[in-house]
T-cell receptor
Framework: GAVVSQHPSRVICKSGTSVKIECRSLDFQATTMFWYRQFPKQSLMLMATSNEGSKATYEQGVEKDKFLINHASLTLSTLTVTSAHPEDSSFYICSASLQSHYTEAFFGQGTRLTVV | AQKVTQAQTEISVVEKEDVTLDCVYE???????LFWYKQPPSGELVFLIR??????QNEISGRYSWNFQKSTSSFNFTITASQVVDSAVYFCALSEGYGSGNTGKLIFGQGTTLQVKP
């Protein structure tokens, strides 16, 4: 199967700072990438859909100015959590769809963000 | 509106018991895909199965089997002879659309935590 690499796997940052999470499709081109958030012991909630070369589409209730998404190439999407606060602490996971095969989303390993 | 419901929040079984995880979905789309993922404590999502809405055949893969019934909008997952390594959170998910009409966007259920005790 296709490989999606997410980095970093864990990050601890101070309140008020920004942190960037990268999502890379290693062996395929991904025109669409998705960013999910998972609170402890809860389900995965879609935050935004990222399309290469265009602005991300955010789900209702997700602050686009706080969660900046950039999909500059067919193999890389980044999520930047700006001015992080402890309530932003969560597990963030990305997925990517193959350009010509939309029926399966391949997931990265996830990033556990802790804001102190 | 699309929705996936996993009514069982937590299930605890003893090793070698069979266990079924329930999944009920809602969609107005006539074409869709259903998935099951396993999430071990490390957090990554492990893909288990994908089933499209046209294929109601049950599937068996080793100790895993899936029962898809469109009439009841259910896609249940059974683990036979459970093992301690099966302990994880299991998610059922729905993706609407088919072929090029499907974007890969997933709607997840709440997840079922399975604990298999030795």
């Amino acid at each position: 199967g296709a490989v999606v690499s997410q980095h970093p796997s864990r990050v601890i940052c101070k309140s008020g700072t920004s942190v960037k999470i990268e999502c890379r499709s290693l062996d395929f081109q991904a025109t669409t990438m998705f960013w999910y958030r998972q609170f402890p012991k809860q389900s995965l909630m879609l935050m935004a859909t990222s399309n290469e070369g265009s602005k991300a589409t955010y789900e209702q209730g997700v602050e686009k100015d706080k969660f900046l998404i950039n999909h500059a190439s067919l193999t890389l999407s980044t999520l930047t959590v700006t001015s992080a606060h402890p309530e932003d602490s969560s597990f963030y996971i990305c997925s990517a769809s193959l350009q010509s095969h939309y029926t399966e989303a391949f997931f990265g390993q996830g990033t556990r963000l802790t804001v102190v | 509106a699309q929705k996936v419901t996993q009514a069982q929040t937590e299930i605890s079984v003893v090793e070698k018991e069979d266990v079924t995880l329930d999944c009920v979905y809602e969609t107005r789309d006539t074409t869709y895909y259903l998935f099951w993922y396993k999430q071990p404590p490390s957090g990554e999502l492990v893909f288990l199965i994908r089933r499209n809405s046209f294929d109601e055949q049950n599937e068996i893969s080793g100790r895993y089997s899936w029962n898809f019934q469109k009439s009841t909008s259910s896609f249940n997952f059974t683990i036979t002879a459970s093992q301690v390594v099966d302990s994880a959170v299991y998610f059922c998910a729905l993706s609407e659309g088919y072929g090029s009409g499907n974007t890969g966007k997933l709607i997840f259920g709440q997840g079922t935590t399975l604990q298999v005790k030795p």
